[in-house]
């Protein structure tokens, strides 16, 4: 017959490479078997450590009269929440011996203790406080020249150190303490020089104050014993010294 000498068309017979490589791979047109699958490694979770809490503490800062700690407190209790401050009243001349018992303080200078670490914060300019009567009220500001035959009470608990100024008579009476002085100042026998953060504290009705520009200055220090600096006397340091939460020391 006419076709029993026809070939296959070419790719359709069983020997063809297209056959082949259906029958070996299954579908697969390069002739490869399918890859398989790698099963999904399964997430292992590890228990986090657990936080160990801290034991309770306090922090106990003293303060001489006068200064003003407020703004350091309320950034403490924002940064250590968990750690309480405790401030304690001292005395200018009872500080060194307080410290012993606190972990930092802020003292007026000099404060002369090689066992300590001491730093300088800010200077306190003196004030005149004198009856809301005196004629020295109508200056804005004196010098010790304006006190020319004024009497001058002196202090019990004076932070400014023997204060001798020329010209003024001194008062009669003895030391007083800063309240007393100021007391008596507003009765308009005298007047008293002191720190103005004094004459603040001590503010009355009958007594007013003027800044005493040549007039001895009164330095507020932070200071603590150097065998004690732990890390909660170090935030406090940064705290003063105006760094962030964030800041290295």
Do not use: C
């Not at 390069?30 to 997430?43: D, L, N, S």
């Not at 950034?75 to 606190?102: C, M, N, S, Y």
């Not at 001058?152 to 009476?173: I, K, M, N, Q, Y």
């Amino acid at each position: 017959m006419a076709h029993q000498g026809r070939r296959p068309a070419k790719g359709s017979g069983k020997g063809s490479p297209a056959h082949r490589g259906r029958a070996v791979g299954g579908g697969s047109r390069q002739g490869k078997p399918a890859p398989r699958r790698t099963p999904r490694a399964e997430k292992v979770v590890f228990d986090a450590p657990t936080a160990v809490p801290e034991a309770p503490r306090s922090f106990r800062l003293g303060a001489v009269p006068g200064a003003t700690p407020g703004k350091w407190i309320d950034t403490w209790k924002r940064r250590l929440p968990h750690v309480a401050l405790e401030l304690v009243p001292i005395e200018a001349a009872a500080q060194r011996e307080a410290l012993d018992a606190l972990d930092a303080a802020l003292v007026r200078l000099p404060l002369d203790d090689d066992a300590l670490h001491v730093i300088p914060l800010y200077d306190e300019v003196p004030v005149v406080v004198t009856s809301t009567d005196s004629h020295l009220l109508a200056a804005d500001e004196l010098t010790t020249a304006d006190l020319d035959g004024e009497v001058l009470f002196s202090l019990s608990d004076d932070v400014l150190g023997p204060v001798e100024l020329p010209g003024t008579v001194p008062a009669r009476v003895g030391p007083l303490s800063t309240g007393d002085a100021i007391a008596t100042a507003a009765t308009g026998v005298g007047v008293v020089v002191v720190p103005m953060s004094l004459a603040r504290l001590h503010q009355r009705k009958d007594a007013d104050y003027r800044v005493l520009t040549d007039g001895p200055i009164s330095t507020v220090a932070l200071a603590w014993p150097r065998d004690r600096t732990t890390p909660d006397v170090e935030t406090f340091v940064g705290i003063v010294r105006g760094r962030t939460a964030n800041s290295s020391r």
